[in-house]
């Protein structure tokens, strides 16, 4: 089985590197993507995993784009994290603490919530997210789940809401090629949690050089996973499933949608970074 993103507690996950690896080998995962958010501190941990679990690792990153004013996660595979990416981190993890501050400076003045509460709940080196509040506000009672958070206090029709500033589309793929990478739109069509971009929209990316879809995800619907199919084979582009998995701070289970084998090689093949086998 192979499961292209997931994500560790150095974004939104609930787990360490560590024991995300043990987890996957434990349910007959054969090879796991590490995609945290905007990161890439958790390789190290990870590939010291691998021995000991037998997954074979493919080092990626789900990076937060732009686009048409709406947000786009690209997911990076097997680019070298120096070329480019590494600076856009560094930029864009204070970007998105920075917003989260600004989110939680608001709710602070009407008793919601702290900053000191999401910052327990985070811990140390994550990139922080909007799922970290969400957590924070389920811990105090807020709300009883990290769905009802997104559909209420979070959203973007929340007075609570702030923007933040991440590259526009174009500057997000040319960030992955020019690290040797292979860039993939994620779920697409994830219209369960309000993110289904337009089909024009699509189309637009793959004409700057997307080089495929992820899908297989449980956030597309079956009608529109068969379209997307459709415009992967016409355009003889990669065609990814994955679980999106993040712990305990999803239903998502390890596995629950995979990439084939076939088009597993098309990634290894086209990206300049070797993934790490046991």
């Known amino acids: ?3 292209l993103h997931t994500h560790s507690l150095h974004s939104d996950g609930t787990q ?3 024991e995300l690896m ?3 080998a434990s349910v007959g995962i054969d ?4 995609t945290d958010h905007d990161t890439v501190a958790g390789y190290d941990e990870a590939i010291a995993a691998v021995p000991e679990t037998g997954v074979s690792l493919v080092r990626g990153i789900e990076m937060s ?3 048409e004013h709406r947000s786009v996660h690209l997911l990076g595979y097997l680019f070298d994290p120096a070329e480019g990416i590494g600076e856009h981190c560094v930029r864009l993890r204070a970007e998105r603490a920075d917003r989260l501050y600004r989110m939680v400076e608001a709710m602070d003045a009407d008793g919601l919530l702290t900053w000191g509460e999401v910052l327990d709940v985070a811990g ?6 909007r799922p970290h509040v969400a957590d924070a506000l389920q811990a105090r009672g807020v709300v009883a789940s990290r769905d009802e958070a997104f559909a209420t206090l979070l959203s973007a029709r929340s007075p609570y809401y702030r923007p933040y500033r991440a590259p526009d589309l174009r500057e997000a793929v040319n960030l992955v090629h020019d690290a040797g ?3 993939i739109w994620a779920h697409p069509r994830a219209v369960a949690r309000g993110g289904a971009h337009s089909w024009e929209s699509i189309i637009y990316g793959l004409d700057l050089g997307i080089d495929g879809l992820e899908v297989d995800h449980r956030d597309n619907p079956p009608e529109d996973r068969r379209v997307l199919a459709d415009i992967v084979t016409e355009r003889q582009l990669i065609r990814t499933g994955a679980s999106d998995y993040h ?3 999803k239903l998502n289970r390890l596995g629950e949608h995979t990439t084939s084998p076939e088009m597993f090689e098309k990634i290894a093949y086209k990206a300049s970074m070797e993934v790490i086998n046991p």
Do not use: F
């Open 181 to 183: 990478g292979v860039a």
């Open 65 to 67: 784009a732009r686009h």
């Open 22 to 24: 043990a987890e996957a």
């Open 31 to 34: 090879v796991l993507g590490l």
């Open 1 to 3: 089985m192979i499961d």
């Open 247 to 249: 712990g305990s701070g």
């Open 124 to 129: 140390q080196d994550a990139t922080l997210g």
């Open 16 to 18: 360490s590197p560590g």
